[in-house]
């Protein structure tokens, strides 16, 4: 069988990034990539318990989530959001780049989508020292009421939700960096091509996804009154 | 073109995979729009659109990620099959908010068919207590008048004139808090 497949591969015969068990690297960036989308949807049915958890507080109590989320800072959730959505321009780009086999453009694409990564988590730092030092924590670490800040209700429930949505987030954001640090590397050792680019674009996916859950995380947790 | 095989057999017309390169000028549209969405979701929260508000935000918000989905993970010109798998996850966070959302309103109507709440304060105020909420769990209630006790005392706030401000706004805290609890721990106390 694999006799009769050697003469049949034709160019592919000859990729070295083609695995022994695919018999051409469409074929093989077509499982990858089916493989990413059914990952995806994992993760977004893990958020959506999350959402599903923030919808259930907002509706039990309203007055405390709107007085709560007074103390989320608007501007730095707006310029994460700025910068999140040009790290998934970048990032569409490099895919771009890889389907142009232009590895001057992958690296120099995917260097501004980790620098885009880096600035978030450094706004991110910057929010959570301000809730930790006013004493904003998640359940029974809550101790706002100790720094002068009188909350209604149970705000303790809502900073719980709020560090969850927005840590396992960033938890997303800290291994997408690790990932495309990878794949930098794997770049400028000439792994990529318009016929072998299915690692680029499944890194551009989970990247568009981590995006695609801030996209609602910031009208929700920040601004929506 | 190279060959495709099932079960060691030659497929006639096997399944390929095709790249669509969208042009520079597409991305640009894109990111452009994006940013004038957020924009809008921005000042649209400074308007006081009361109820309407949670729905506008989540519409703009839907219209982003379906740009992103759409454009930058090319879901519109990828294979149907992944949007199948997208479309299908969706559906079933639906399945999943939804039926969560039908029970909490029939527990909502049980709890006034029943007057769940009636019998709550009825046994609030027999003395018994109950664990929900910070504010009705004893040792919760406890532990944060001690603490405040431990950060100046509200309760003798005269003495504290260098951290008034910082002592009033607690003051009320703790002011509020203690005849609770001591309503409560007392007759729990006596039950044991």
New interface residues.
């Given amino acids: 069988?694999s006799n009769?497949?050697v003469h049949?591969?034709?160019?592919?015969e000859h990729n070295p990034h083609l695995a022994h068990h695919f018999?051409?690297m469409?074929?093989q960036?077509?499982a990858a990539?089916?493989g990413m989308?059914?990952f995806?949807?994992t993760e977004?049915?893990m958020f959506?318990?999350l959402f599903?958890a923030y919808?259930?507080t907002r509706?039990f109590y309203p007055e405390m989530v709107l007085e709560a989320h007074e103390y989320l800072s608007?501007t730095a959730g707006?310029i994460n959001?700025?910068v999140l959505?040009?790290s998934?321009?970048t990032?569409?780009?490099a895919v771009?780049s890889a389907?142009?086999s232009n590895t001057r453009g992958i690296q120099r694409y995917l260097l501004l989508t980790i620098l885009c990564g880096c600035i978030f988590m450094v706004v991110k730092y910057f929010e959570y020292s301000e809730k930790f030092a006013h004493g904003m924590l998640p359940g029974?670490y809550y101790?706002a009421?100790?720094h002068?800040?009188?909350v209604e209700g149970?705000p303790?429930i809502f900073f719980a939700v709020y560090f969850m949505m927005t840590g396992l987030h960033g938890f997303h954001v800290l291994i997408g960096l690790a990932i495309m640090i990878w794949i930098y590397i794997r770049a400028g050792r000439g792994d990529f091509s318009?016929t072998n680019y299915a690692a680029v674009e499944n890194t551009?996916?989970y990247w568009?996804l981590v995006?695609?859950v801030w996209?609602?995380l910031?009208?929700?947790l920040?601004?929506?009154? | 073109?190279?060959?495709?095989?099932l079960n060691?057999q030659?497929v006639a017309h096997?399944?390929?995979?095709h790249?669509h390169?969208?042009p520079?000028s597409l991305?640009n549209k894109?990111?452009g729009l994006?940013?004038v969405l957020?924009a809008l979701?921005?000042a649209?929260?400074f308007a006081?659109?009361?109820p309407a508000?949670?729905m506008v935000?989540?519409l703009?918000?839907t219209v982003?990620?379906a740009l992103?989905?759409a454009?930058?993970?090319h879901l519109k010109y990828?294979?149907r099959?992944?949007l199948f798998?997208?479309l299908?996850?969706?559906i079933?966070?639906g399945i999943?908010?939804g039926f969560?959302m039908f029970d909490?309103d029939a527990r909502s109507r049980l709890n006034d068919e029943q007057e769940t709440f009636v019998r709550i304060k009825e046994m609030e105020n027999a003395g018994n207590g109950l664990k929900v909420?910070?504010d009705n769990v004893p040792e919760?209630a406890e532990a944060?008048r001690k603490?405040?006790a431990a950060?100046g005392g509200p309760q003798h706030g005269g003495g504290h004139d260098a951290a008034a401000?910082?002592g009033d706004?607690?003051a009320?805290?703790g002011g509020e808090q203690a005849p609770h609890t001591e309503n409560k721990d007392a007759p729990v106390g006596g039950k044991h």
């Fill in positions: 069988m009769a497949h049949a591969h034709g160019d592919d018999d051409t469409h074929q960036a077509g990539k089916l989308w059914l995806l949807a977004i049915l959506s318990g599903l919808f259930i509706m608007k707006g959001t700025l959505l040009t998934s321009y990032m569409a780009l771009r389907q142009t029974k101790s009421h100790l002068g800040y009188e149970l303790h318009a551009g996916l568009h995006d695609l996209i609602f910031f009208p929700l920040y601004l929506v009154k | 073109m190279s060959k495709v095989y060691g030659p096997p399944h390929e995979l790249e390169v969208s520079i991305y894109i990111i994006l940013f957020t979701t921005y649209v929260s006081s659109l009361g508000s949670l935000a989540m703009v918000a982003k990620a992103v989905v454009y930058f993970m990828d294979e099959y992944h798998v997208f299908g996850t969706i079933f966070v999943f908010f969560t909490m909420g910070v919760r944060i603490e405040v950060h401000g910082h706004a607690k009320g805290h």
